[in-house]
T-cell receptor, first 114, second 115 residues
Framework: DQQVKQNSPSLSVQEGRISILNCDYT??????FLWYKKYPAEGPTFLIS?????DKNEDGRFTVFLNKSAKHLSLHIVPSQPGDSAVYFC?????????????FGTGTRLTIIP | EAQVTQNPRYLITVTGKKLTVTCSQN?????MSWYRQDPGLGLRQIYY???????DKGDVPEGYKVSRKEKRNFPLILESPSPNQTSLYFC??????????????FGPGTRLLVL
């Protein structure tokens, strides 16, 4: 039962263009969403987050959009740079669950083509 | 530097030989957690701890034990490892309540192979 889904295992984007990574969730109790970036041989590192009271959060080249009615969020990276090549995990948590557990998607491998 | 450390980073062992993977954080976080990452499954939570002497099961706790005797340490114990525990393991820590400005910090990972 995958509560957080990333349906694209991989994505290739030309340098300078926009990268859009998508994530869908099924649990309506989720109220906090995060994107993590993971390089090989390293742990996931936090990239950007959004609370369910917002529909957009922007941090430099990274913007996360949340559509609660569709239970969908997306990460936009613009312009894409070679250093953005990594695996991106979408994660969600339910603040009232009593466990700060993050439920992760399966990840999308982003490759930026120079 | 704020960090989560794990040891060892790589481990090859045989079925049934008890092992411990250590995790330590220097951020005075109350919450610590263990995840395993497997192909096609993302990261799944094994156990978590809300504070010293408080631990609970995550989604995939079978075959694992943990302890939280000190705030900074949260070791993962495999009493009798089996090949299906071959995986990449991550320890994470965070303040107790994840708010919009907080996040979980992850260790670098421990790659375990059980023969």
């Amino acid at each position: 039962d995958q509560q957080v889904k990333q349906n694209s295992p991989s994505l290739s984007v030309q340098e300078g263009r926009i990268s859009i990574l998508n994530c869908d969730y099924t649990n309506s109790m989720f109220d906090y969403f995060l994107w993590y970036k993971k390089y090989p041989a390293e742990g996931p590192t936090f990239l950007i987050s959004i609370s369910s009271i917002k529909d957009k959060n922007e941090d430099g080249r990274f913007t996360v959009f949340l559509n609660k009615s569709a239970k969908h969020l997306s990460l936009h990276i613009v312009p894409s740079q070679p250093g953005d090549s990594a695996v991106y995990f979408c994660a969600a948590s339910a603040s009232k669950s009593g466990n700060e557990k993050l439920t992760f998607g399966t990840g999308t491998r982003l490759t930026i083509i120079p | 530097e704020a960090q989560v450390t794990q040891n060892p980073r790589y481990l090859i062992t045989v079925t049934g030989k008890k092992l411990t993977v250590t995790c330590s954080q220097n951020m005075n976080h109350e919450y610590m957690s263990w995840y395993r990452q497997d192909p096609g499954l993302g990261l799944r939570q094994i156990y978590y701890s809300m504070n010293v002497e408080v631990t609970d099961k995550g989604d995939v706790p079978e075959g694992y034990k943990v302890s939280r005797k000190e705030k900074r340490n949260f070791p993962l114990i495999l009493e009798s490892p089996s090949p299906n525990q071959t995986s990449l393991y991550f320890c994470a820590s965070s303040p107790l309540e994840l708010a919009s400005s907080e996040t979980q910090y992850f260790g670098p990972g421990t790659r375990l192979l059980v023969l």
